[in-house]
C-alpha cells in the first residue's frame, strides 16, 4: 500500500481535518492556556514532518517513532500545565531534563526535516553558546546559566518552544493557512489567472504582466515565492517562452514576480501575523503600511519590463487565448468574495483579523460547491475538500517546523543577552551613524536568508539588529518593514536564490542568468526599504493618508527613473541620467509633486 492508495489518502485528510478543526475552534474557545494549545498545535505538526515527508521506509519508521515519542511529550506538558506553571522555567528531576533534552533535539530535527539543514544549523549553534557560552573570552562571553533554568524556559514555561512567536503560529497563521488552502483548493486560481490577463494580457509584454499581477494575487494568499513560482509559473512560463521570449527574461519575470508575493499583504509569508506580536501594531495597521510599499515594487517590476520591451519582441496574450468577459467575472468571485467578507469583518465588522479569516474561510468552503460554469458536483466538491486537509496539514506542519526552530534561536539571545551584545557591536560598527547601520543590517538579513526561510531570517535579524536601528531613532514599525524586505533579498539574489533556481529549472536555462536579469527587474527589493526610511510618511497610509501617497508618488517616480535607466536600451550617457535623477527624487526630502 502506498503514499497515494486511497487508504493511506484519507488518515491524512483526516488528520489534516483534525488541525483544521483544532486551529479554527481555538478562535472560538476562549482562552486557552498558553502550554495546551501551543503544545498541541505542535503534536498535530509532527506526523506531517516524520512521516507524511519522509521519502523512504526507514526514514518513515524512525519518523513514526519519533513523532509518537514527541506526541507523548506535548501531551505530557498540556496534561501537567498547572503544576509546570508552577515551576517559573525550571526544570525538577532527571525525566524532566531528558524530555525538554529530547524536544529540543525533536525541535532540530523536525526543521531538518521540512526545511533542510540550514535554520537547525543556525540554533544548534545558539544552543551550544547557550550552554558553553561562558567558556568565550572578552565580552561575547556570558556568566553561565543553570542547564535546568535554560532547558526549562525553552520547554516548560512561555518562553522558547512555547512563546510569542508560536503564539503567532498557533492562533493566526494558521488560521490564515487554512484560508489559502481552501482558496486554491477550488477556483480562485483561475480566477487570479483569468483577471490579470484580461486587465494585462493585450499590452505590450502582456505575458510578462499577466504573470506579475497573478503572482501579485495568488502570492497575497500563498505567502511562499517557492510555491508562487510552481503554480503560476507553471502557467506563464510555458506562455512567455511560447511567445518568444527569451528564457531568462521569463525565468526572471516570474522569479521576481513571486518573490513580491510575500511583501504583498494580507498574508506577507505570515511576516505580518509575527510583526503583529513583535510591534504590538494591530494587523490592520500592518496591512496599511505594507500595501504601498508592497505596489511600488510591483511598479517597479512593470516599468522594468517595459524597458525590456524595448530591447525584445515581446508579445501580448493572442486574442484567442484571452478568457470571455463573462467567465472573468464569474471566476473572479472565487477570490473576491471571500477577501471582501475578510477585509468588511475586519475594517467595518472591527473583528479580530483570525475571526473574519474563519469567516471568510466559510465563504470560500460554500464556493467549492461550484466550478467556473457554476456547475455542482459533489464528488469533485469532496475531492476538494481532500486536498484542502491535505495543503492546510503540510502547510500548518511546515511553518510551525520554521517558528517553533526559531523560537529556540531567540530564547538563547534573550536568556544570555547575545542579542544585546550584537546590538551594541552594529553601533559600534556603524560610529553611531543610521545609514552604516542599517547597510550592516542589510548585509547580514541577505547572508542569514540564504538559506532560512523569509520569516525566520526576519525573526532572527529583527532580534539582533532591530534595538540598534530603533537606538538610532528609527521608529518601530519601519524598522520591521526594512528588516522583512531585506530578508527577502536571498530569493533573486545570488549566490542562493531560491526563486531563480525553480523558475530557472522550470524554464531549463541557466540560474545565474536569470538572476542577472531578476536583479535588474527586482530593483525594487533593494530600494523600496531604503525609500521607507529616507520617506517614512510612505508607511503611514491609515494616520496621513496624504503624505503617504505623496511619498508613494515621489518614489514611484525615482524607481521607475531608475528601472528604465538601467534596463532600457539607451546610450550610457541617458541611461546613468535616468538613474542619477530617479536617485536624488528617491532619496530627496521635503519634495512635493
Same mark, same amino acid.
Given at each position: $500500500? ?63 517513532? /519519533? ?35 529530547? /524536544?529540543?533535539? /525533536? ?17 544548534? /549553534?545558539?544552543?551550544? *553558546? ?21 532547558? #526549562?524556559? $525553552? ?82 512560463? %510555458? ?25 504583498? %499583504? ?13 510591534? #504590538?501594531?494591530? *494587523? ?19 516599468? #522594468? ?25 464569474? @471566476? ?18 472591527? *473583528? ?22 457554476? @456547475? ?90 532591530? %534595538?540598534?536601528?530603533?537606538?538610532? #531613532? ?120
Amino acid at each position: $500500500m502506498t503514499d497515494s492508495s486511497p487508504q493511506h489518502r484519507l488518515l491524512w485528510s483526516a488528520l489534516g481535518g483534525l488541525s483544521i478543526l483544532f486551529h479554527i475552534g481555538l478562535v472560538f474557545s476562549g482562552l486557552v492556556p498558553s502550554l495546551v494549545s501551543r503544545p498541541l498545535h505542535m503534536a498535530l505538526a509532527l506526523p506531517w514532518a516524520f512521516v507524511f515527508m519522509a521519502k523512504t521506509t526507514a526514514q518513515k519508521l524512525v519518523g513514526f517513532f /519519533l513523532s509518537t515519542l514527541g506526541i507523548l511529550g506535548c501531551f505530557w506538558i498540556v496534561a501537567n500545565e498547572s503544576m509546570l506553571g508552577d515551576q517559573y522555567g525550571s526544570l525538577e528531576g532527571n525525566f524532566q531534563l531528558i524530555l525538554s533534552i529530547f /524536544l529540543v533535539l /525533536l525541535v532540530l530535527e523536525m526543521a531538518r526535516r521540512s526545511i533542510s539543514w540550514p535554520l537547525p544549523l543556525v540554533a544548534l /549553534l545558539a544552543l551550544c *553558546y547557550g550552554l558553553w557560552g561562558q567558556y568565550l573570552p572578552g565580552e561575547f562571553g556570558h556568566p553561565g546559566l543553570p542547564i535546568q533554568s535554560f532547558l #526549562g524556559t $525553552m520547554t516548560i514555561a512561555e518562553g522558547g518552544l512555547w512563546g510569542k512567536l508560536t503564539a503567532v503560529s498557533v492562533g493566526i497563521v494558521a488560521v490564515f493557512v487554512i484560508m489559502g488552502a481552501v482558496l486554491n483548493a477550488g477556483e480562485a486560481g483561475q480566477g487570479f489567472m483569468n483577471v490579470a490577463t484580461a486587465a494585462a494580457g493585450r499590452l505590450k509584454g502582456g505575458a510578462a504582466k499577466v504573470s506579475v499581477l497573478s503572482s501579485a494575487l495568488f502570492g497575497s494568499i500563498s505567502g511562499s515565492a517557492s510555491a508562487n513560482v510552481a503554480s503560476t509559473g507553471a502557467i506563464t512560463l %510555458p506562455a512567455m517562452t511560447r511567445l518568444g521570449y527569451p528564457k531568462r527574461l521569463a525565468g526572471a519575470v516570474e522569479a521576481v514576480a513571486s518573490s513580491g508575493g510575500q511583501i504583498m %499583504p494580507p498574508l506577507m509569508g505570515a511576516g505580518a501575523f509575527v510583526m503583529v506580536e513583535l510591534t #504590538g501594531v494591530p *494587523y490592520t495597521g500592518i496591512m496599511a503600511a505594507a500595501i504601498l510599499p508592497a505596489i511600488l515594487y510591483f511598479i517597479a517590476v512593470w516599468v #522594468g519590463i517595459n524597458a525590456f520591451a524595448r530591447r525584445y519582441e515581446l508579445k501580448g496574450v493572442a486574442a484567442e487565448d484571452q478568457p470571455p468577459l463573462k467567465t472573468v467575472i464569474i @471566476t473572479s468571485a472565487f477570490f473576491a468574495v471571500p477577501f471582501f467578507v475578510l477585509l468588511e469583518r475586519m475594517f467595518v465588522g472591527d *473583528y479580530t483579523p483570525q475571526y473574519a479569516a474563519c469567516v471568510a474561510i466559510l465563504a470560500a468552503a460554500v464556493l467549492l460547491l461550484f466550478d467556473g460554469r457554476l @456547475t455542482l458536483s459533489v464528488k469533485r466538491t469532496f475531492k476538494r475538500l481532500e486536498t484542502v486537509c491535505l495543503t492546510a496539514g503540510k502547510q500548518i506542519s511546515l511553518i510551525a517546523s520554521i517558528i517553533l526552530c526559531a523560537s529556540l534561536v531567540i530564547s538563547v539571545l534573550g536568556q544570555t543577552g547575545l542579542g544585546i551584545k550584537i546590538t551594541s557591536l552594529i553601533l559600534s560598527g556603524s560610529g553611531d551613524q543610521l545609514w552604516p547601520a542599517l547597510l550592516l543590517t542589510a548585509l547580514a538579513c541577505l547572508i542569514l536568508g540564504m538559506e532560512v526561510p523569509t520569516t525566520a531570517a526576519y525573526v532572527i535579524c529583527v532580534s539582533v539588529a532591530g %534595538p540598534a536601528l530603533q537606538a538610532q #531613532g528609527l521608529d518601530p514599525l519601519i524598522t520591521h518593514l526594512f528588516v522583512f524586505w531585506f530578508a527577502l533579498l536571498s530569493t533573486i539574489t545570488p549566490p542562493v536564490c531560491g526563486a531563480v533556481f525553480i523558475a530557472a529549472g522550470m524554464v531549463q536555462e541557466n540560474w545565474l542568468k536569470v538572476a542577472v536579469f531578476a536583479m535588474l527587474l527586482g530593483v525594487g527589493l533593494y530600494l523600496v526599504p531604503l525609500a521607507m526610511i529616507a520617506n517614512p510618511s510612505l508607511i503611514e497610509l491609515a494616520d496621513n493618508p496624504i503624505g503617504a501617497l505623496t511619498a508613494f508618488l515621489k518614489i514611484a517616480i525615482g524607481l521607475a527613473a531608475i528601472s528604465f535607466g538601467m534596463i532600457a536600451p539607451f546610450a550610457l550617457l541617458p541611461r546613468v541620467a535616468l538613474v542619477a535623477f530617479g536617485g536624488v527624487v528617491l532619496f530627496t526630502f521635503g519634495v512635493v509633486f
